[in-house]
């Protein structure tokens, strides 16, 4: 050993012990300390060629510069190539310098940073102060400012790239929880439109309520009637039977006639009509009440395994008179796929609604409506498309929407595809639909073939 290194090995050191010197205790966040590497300092009164055997030395190889140390305190570097350009390669720069103390080659603002900063902290210090070419590593310093080490200027770099890549990975996550957390609130906006259900049930049922209770007083009117009706002719019937004097025969009879006049075979029909329209308005009630059922109790529906072309036979064959009367063609393309757990009547239900608003989004007469099926890994896809009238993209965006319908009022209750929407998510599957208007529409249903765990609860 020579003696440039015996007096710096003298001096005191912080933490002569420590290679390389430990993160602070309890930090989880990447410290400088982590990066620091013990490295004999040299001396202030170190000669300049003794700095040059330490640069040849085999612990200071991987290193840039050298740190020069006054009692613990850095007070300088030595730079590996500036010692070259100064004194090596300079004519008679060793017979210049050779004796000197290093004090009269080092840099004398040498970067040092503190063990406890941060990479992020680290690599904006040495961004604002490294030189370039790159000549020099940092100095380590503890909090009281002594002497802890040396660290690498590439190794901090390589730090941060690691954090940044860490951090990006942290950025792709929290992007995919913002998404899914996007997703649920456009859910949970769709779930407070349901709110808005209680004004659209009271509005709804309210109009064929309001006729049929009308319909009914006037129904119970002319039965009045007829019962006056009846009587009178029972009267004349009596009359007939039991005998009885003349004149209150013909008042029998012209009461009777009174009777008939006020109440004529016209007001017959109407009653007809009246119990028609009556019928019809506890039809659309019993049917949007039938609709809200199904979608209050999609929980407490009966699962078991299926094949899932005998539901959309099925579907198919409860749809058949809408298809028949619009003479619409129907296309299966089934794949072969395995059975589903799922639960039959709520996928059944399903399917009729996606067959009903095909059928009626078609308005020509060469309707046709496709049906696929295939499997894809866990899941088993079912298509259902249309040639029919296509839905414009203002609209696309709220057809799962409760109560968003396009149809007359008493045709739609707005409720078919909220309901499949529910349906589908709580068999934990997906439900989508594409459009061009005009030309037509493809639903998509994926549905995982295990079923949901919770469905089968
Ligand atoms: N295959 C389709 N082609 C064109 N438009 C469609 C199709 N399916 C749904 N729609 C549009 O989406 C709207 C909502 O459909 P949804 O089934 O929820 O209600 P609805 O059919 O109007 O009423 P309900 O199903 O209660 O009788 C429809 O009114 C219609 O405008
Ligand atoms: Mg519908």
Not at 98 to 106: E, Q
Not at 154 to 182: D, F, I, P, T
Not at 304 to 321: M, P, T, Y
Not at 395 to 413: E, S
Request: proline fraction near 5%.
């Amino acid at each position: 050993m020579n003696s440039a290194v015996q007096a710096a090995a003298a001096l005191p050191s912080a933490s002569a012990s420590a290679t390389p010197v430990r993160p602070l205790a309890g930090d989880a966040e990447l410290r400088v300390a982590a990066l620091a590497q013990w490295l004999e300092p040299l001396a202030p009164t170190t000669p300049v060629l003794a700095v040059g055997e330490r640069f040849l030395d085999a612990a200071s190889a991987p290193w840039l510069s050298l740190p020069v140390v006054d009692d613990g305190v850095p007070v300088g570097s030595v730079s590996r190539y500036e010692l070259m350009q100064r004194v090596y390669i300079k004519p008679f720069g060793r017979e210049l310098y050779g004796r000197r103390a290093v004090t009269s080659v080092m840099h004398a603002q040498p970067l040092v940073i503190p063990a406890e900063a941060t990479i992020e902290q680290a690599s904006r210090t040495i961004a604002a102060r490294i030189r370039q070419p790159i000549m020099e590593d940092f100095i380590v310093v503890d909090a009281d400012g002594r002497y802890a080490g040396m660290g690498k200027v590439l190794a901090v770099l390589g730090a941060m790239e690691r954090r940044m890549a860490a951090h990006s990975h942290e950025l792709e996550r929290a992007n995919r929880q913002l998404r899914s957390s996007q997703a649920q609130l456009v859910q949970s906006e769709k779930m407070a439109s349901l709110g808005q259900m209680v004004a659209g049930i009271a509005h709804e049922i309210n109009t064929p309520l309001g006729y049929v209770r009308n319909n009914v007083d006037m129904t119970r009117e002319s039965l009045g009637d007829v019962r006056g009706l009846i009587g009178a002719y029972e009267q004349v019937v009596g009359f007939f039977a039991d005998g009885g004097d003349e004149t209150q025969l013909s008042a029998r009879l012209l009461e009777l006639d009174a009777r008939r006049a006020k109440f004529d075979a016209a007001a017959l029909d109407d009653l007809a009509g009246l119990l028609d329209d009556t019928v019809f308005g506890v039809d659309q009630i019993s049917e949007l009440v039938g609709n809200l059922k199904d979608f209050s109790r999609l929980d407490q529906a009966h699962v078991a395994r299926v094949d899932v072309h005998q539901l959309i036979e099925s579907a198919l064959k409860i749809g058949g008179n809408l298809l028949r009367k619009k003479n619409i063609e129907v296309v299966r393309q089934f794949g072969t796929v395995p059975e589903i757990v799922c639960s039959p009547a709520q996928i059944n239900q399903v399917l009729l609604n996606l067959i009903s608003n095909a059928a009626q989004a078609i308005g020509h007469g060469q309707g046709r409506i496709g049906v696929r099926t295939h499997a894809v890994g866990r899941y088993l896809l079912i298509a259902v498309e249309d040639n029919g009238s296509g839905i414009p993209a203002e609209h696309l965006a709220r057809i799962f929407d409760p109560f968003f319908t396009t149809k007359p009022v008493g045709q739609g209750t707005g409720l078919g595809l909220s309901i499949c929407y529910q349906i589908i998510e709580q068999h934990r599957g997906r439900i989508r639909a594409v459009s061009t208007p005009g030309a037509g529409t493809r639903f998509f249903i994926a549905l995982p073939v295990r079923g949901n765990a919770e469905a089968a609860a």
